[in-house]
């Protein structure tokens, strides 16, 4: 009797079996995976493992964030291959979880030329300005604002040595640098953005011009404050110019915030006016320069009744310098108890021959104003071509700080002032050297007392990652990743099969 045929291990109907067995367990897995995150963006917090994609947001804008019960709509109108787009959608992303009532678009201009052409027939006021690339649009009934991408990253330029042999077959090497991202500060100027369509009235800040000050209305390459205006715009702040305050003229009723940058000429009689500002609460960012070391402004009588001991001086530090002359001066001592600065610390500003600004210390009293010194030269540093005395920095910018005294109440709340030893840093060429820009933000809102805008709201550090290898080991790597793993595989596989064959 003949024995039956065996049946073979896989049949047709077997190997279908397993096929669309494999391709329900691969979809049930994939809705899964779809399910799992919808509901954990939607109802609960995000982890996220790698520092460099995490934006976590300060308790300053989370309650922001809380605040805000109008919808608002964002418009990231990008391209997608720009190196601050990730960091511009996470972002965004977190203030979207916080607030439903915030939504997020975003449009490649380069990939979507059709919503791109809305996008710029609804906000066309906006493209005019900037060339149509590369913008975060905020609005919310009615009113809107435009941050440009250009001042949401701080780039340095770290220079490259090149052989030129490479090009003209010398061995000589030229200079060339490569232009890095080093922070991404889209958080302080979203949410000012934020606050920006979400109020109702923009605060005012008047220039005092007329005594030899920076021009307020400059914004080309010159020792002008138009750039400086842009940092109180993205602040949701107007700007005005006051000219004269002789006579009954005084400082505008409507003024939430007075700016003196670099003032060279005595007029005693206008600053009286100024005195009275300050004594009803006024809030106040006065810097000096090197012009007027020599003599005495009339400014420094009214500061030095605040707390304020403007020096006569100049300070230099060829240690911290990039001129032989040590005019520039990088300084990167900061108070690390004070709100205005503390987001700066692990920073650095770029000054130029400044003056020495410091406390009075011999006052005191319940009723003193509290003065704090915020910026310090380098122990390395020389007043005037002399040394400085070991272990004592030199302070540079102070902050002050007064109420009113018990049962007044001052028009303008609680009196604030800020001042600098230099006003260059914060010019055209200048504010956008190292963290001078950031500083200009910082104090702005200090002043107005904005803590939404201020505290623990610091540029996101970029960390870059460099792996160094030689061309040996550039060429192994090569051979591993083309050549080692993909033959690995085709092994195993090969002996697989065999083995299933035999």
Same mark, same amino acid.
């Given at each position: 009797?003949?024995?039956?045929?065996?049946?073979?291990?896989?049949?047709?109907?077997?190997?279908?079996?397993?096929?669309?067995?494999?391709?329900?367990?691969?979809?049930?897995?994939?809705?899964?995976?779809?399910?799992?995150?919808?509901?954990?963006?939607?109802?609960?917090?995000?982890?996220?493992?790698?520092?460099?994609?995490?934006?976590?947001?300060?308790?300053?804008?989370?309650?922001?964030?809380?605040?805000?019960?109008?919808?608002?709509?964002?418009?990231?109108?990008?391209?997608?291959?720009?190196?601050?787009?990730?960091?511009?959608?996470?972002?965004?992303?977190?203030?979207?979880?916080?607030?439903?009532?915030?939504?997020?678009?975003?449009?490649?201009?380069?990939?979507?030329?059709?919503?791109?052409?809305?996008?710029?027939?609804?906000?066309?006021?906006?493209?005019?300005?900037?060339?149509?690339?590369?913008?975060?649009?905020?609005?919310?009934?009615?009113?809107?604002?435009?941050?440009?991408?250009?001042?949401?990253?701080?780039?340095?330029?770290?220079?490259?040595?090149?052989?030129?042999?490479?090009?003209?077959?010398?061995?000589?090497?030229?200079?060339?640098?490569?232009?890095?991202?080093?922070?991404?500060?889209?958080?302080?100027?979203?949410?000012?953005?934020?606050?920006?369509?979400?109020?109702?009235?923009?605060?005012?800040?008047?220039?005092?011009?007329?005594?030899?000050?920076?021009?307020?209305?400059?914004?080309?390459?010159?020792?002008?404050?138009?750039?400086?205006?842009?940092?109180?715009?993205?602040?949701?702040?107007?700007?005005?110019?006051?000219?004269?305050?002789?006579?009954?003229?005084?400082?505008?009723?409507?003024?939430?915030?007075?700016?003196?940058?670099?003032?060279?000429?005595?007029?005693?009689?206008?600053?009286?006016?100024?005195?009275?500002?300050?004594?009803?609460? &006024?809030?106040?960012?006065? #810097?000096? +320069?090197?012009?007027?070391?020599?003599? !005495?402004?009339?400014?420094? $009588?009214?500061? /030095?009744?605040?707390?304020?001991?403007?020096?006569?001086?100049?300070?230099?530090?060829?240690?911290?310098?990039?001129?032989?002359?040590?005019?520039?001066?990088?300084?990167?001592?900061?108070?690390?108890?004070?709100?205005?600065?503390?987001?700066?610390?692990?920073?650095?500003?770029?000054?130029?021959?400044?003056?020495?600004?410091?406390?009075?210390?011999?006052?005191?009293?319940?009723?003193?104003?509290?003065?704090?010194?915020?910026?310090?030269?380098?122990?390395?540093?020389?007043?005037?071509?002399?040394?400085?005395?070991?272990?004592?920095?030199?302070?540079?910018?102070?902050?002050?700080?007064?109420?009113?005294?018990?049962?007044?109440?001052?028009?303008?709340?609680?009196?604030?002032?800020?001042?600098? &030893?230099?006003?260059?840093? #914060?010019? +055209?060429?200048?504010?956008?050297?190292? !963290?001078?820009?950031?500083? $200009?933000?910082? /104090?702005?809102?200090?002043?107005?007392?904005?803590?939404?805008?201020?505290?623990?709201?610091?540029?996101?550090?970029?960390?870059?990652?460099?792996?160094?290898?030689?061309?040996?080991?550039?060429?192994?790597?090569?051979?591993?990743?083309?050549?080692?793993?993909?033959?690995?595989?085709?092994?195993?596989?090969?002996?697989?099969?065999?083995?299933?064959?035999?």
């Amino acid at each position: 009797m003949d024995n039956p045929a065996p049946k073979t291990s896989f049949s047709a109907g077997r190997r279908w079996g397993i096929f669309f067995s494999v391709i329900i367990s691969i979809i049930a897995v994939i809705a899964l995976v779809i399910m799992v995150n919808y509901l954990g963006a939607r109802y609960y917090v995000r982890l996220t493992l790698s520092a460099q994609t995490r934006q976590q947001l300060s308790p300053q804008t989370v309650s922001l964030l809380k605040s805000i019960t109008n919808e608002v709509n964002i418009v990231i109108y990008y391209d997608k291959k720009d190196d601050l787009y990730g960091d511009i959608l996470t972002l965004l992303d977190e203030y979207r979880l916080r607030n439903p009532k915030i939504s997020v678009q975003t449009i490649d201009y380069r990939a979507d030329a059709a919503a791109a052409l809305k996008i710029k027939e609804k906000y066309k006021e906006y493209f005019g300005l900037t060339g149509g690339k590369n913008l975060v649009i905020f609005e919310c009934n009615g009113r809107s604002k435009m941050i440009p991408g250009e001042i949401l990253g701080h780039y340095i330029l770290n220079p490259v040595d090149a052989p030129e042999s490479e090009a003209n077959g010398t061995n000589q090497t030229q200079r060339t640098f490569d232009k890095n991202l080093v922070s991404f500060q889209g958080e302080t100027s979203f949410s000012a953005a934020l606050l920006a369509v979400t109020s109702s009235k923009p605060l005012i800040a008047y220039f005092i011009e007329g005594h030899a000050e920076h021009a307020s209305d400059d914004d080309k390459d010159v020792p002008g404050y138009g750039r400086f205006k842009t940092v109180l715009a993205l602040n949701y702040i107007e700007s005005g110019v006051i000219t004269n305050l002789l006579g009954t003229n005084t400082v505008p009723a409507d003024c939430n915030l007075l700016i003196i940058a670099g003032v060279r000429k005595r007029y005693p009689i206008e600053w009286e006016k100024v005195r009275d500002y300050l004594n009803h609460g &006024g809030k106040m960012l006065v #810097l000096f +320069n090197f012009f007027s070391r020599d003599y !005495d402004t009339g400014l420094e $009588a009214i500061l /030095a009744d605040w707390g304020v001991d403007v020096g006569k001086n100049v300070i230099k530090d060829v240690n911290h310098s990039s001129e032989h002359s040590g005019d520039d001066l990088s300084v990167g001592g900061f108070s690390p108890s004070h709100p205005l600065v503390n987001p700066l610390l692990g920073s650095a500003l770029q000054l130029v021959r400044p003056r020495s600004v410091g406390a009075i210390t011999n006052r005191s009293g319940s009723d003193a104003p509290k003065v704090d010194e915020l910026v310090f030269a380098d122990w390395t540093a020389s007043i005037n071509d002399s040394p400085l005395p070991a272990g004592r920095p030199i302070p540079l910018i102070v902050a002050v700080e007064k109420a009113g005294a018990k049962g007044v109440f001052p028009e303008h709340g609680i009196t604030r002032i800020v001042v600098a &030893g230099d006003s260059f840093f #914060l010019d +055209n060429q200048m504010i956008d050297w190292a !963290d001078n820009r950031a500083f $200009a933000s910082y /104090a702005i809102n200090w002043l107005l007392d904005r803590k939404q805008l201020l505290a623990g709201v610091g540029p996101h550090p970029v960390v870059e990652y460099k792996l160094m290898m030689t061309r040996a080991q550039l060429s192994s790597v090569r051979w591993i990743f083309l050549a080692a793993m993909p033959g690995a595989f085709l092994l195993f596989g090969g002996a697989v099969w065999l083995r299933r064959r035999h």
